[in-house]
């Protein structure tokens, strides 16, 4: 997927979306969901933790980052969940992967007011982010309990 903006000149820019990866950390059957605290727009919706891929950075690598400073958290990243997601009118695409808690970490709400760990049933209880809505359907099969 490519996106097109025209530039001051007139002529089509071609560019690579931006990648942004999340991590759906799963630990005896439950998946961990943040709410966010920021922008106002958006607080109070859930999400899976993440952010954006660095130049130079790999997708994993950004997400071991991502929950290190969001949770305070070391992870093991798995296999993709669900399919690209695209954000941003195009500009961006959600890739969530599956993760799991490494050396007994417990996450800790650095950046999110709230986090919550829920089952498959539960998954519908909280209002998600629309690009991270469509990952939820692929990771009810995931959260069998163990």
């Known amino acids: 997927m490519r996106t097109e903006r025209v530039s001051g000149n007139g002529q089509a820019d071609r560019r690579e979306p931006k990648v942004v990866v999340g991590a ?45 400073e969001e949770l305070a958290v070391r992870v093991e990243i798995g296999d993709r969940v669900g399919r690209d997601v695209r954000m941003a009118h195009g500009r961006s695409v959600l890739k969530v992967y599956a993760a799991r808690l490494l050396h007994g970490d417990q996450p800790k709400a650095l950046e999110h007011s709230e986090l919550r760990w829920l089952t498959a049933a539960e998954l519908d209880s909280v209002t998600w982010l629309p690009a991270d809505a469509p990952i939820v359907a692929a990771l009810r099969p995931l959260l069998a309990t163990p």
Not at 32 to 39: D, F, V
Not at 43 to 56: H, N, S, Y
């Open 24 to 68: 759906a950390i799963i630990a005896d059957g439950r998946v961990l969901a943040c709410a966010r605290s920021a922008p106002p727009e958006v607080a109070g919706r859930w999400e899976f933790p993440g952010g954006k891929v660095e130049p130079g950075e790999s997708e994993t690598a950004a997400l071991i980052r991502e929950c290190a």
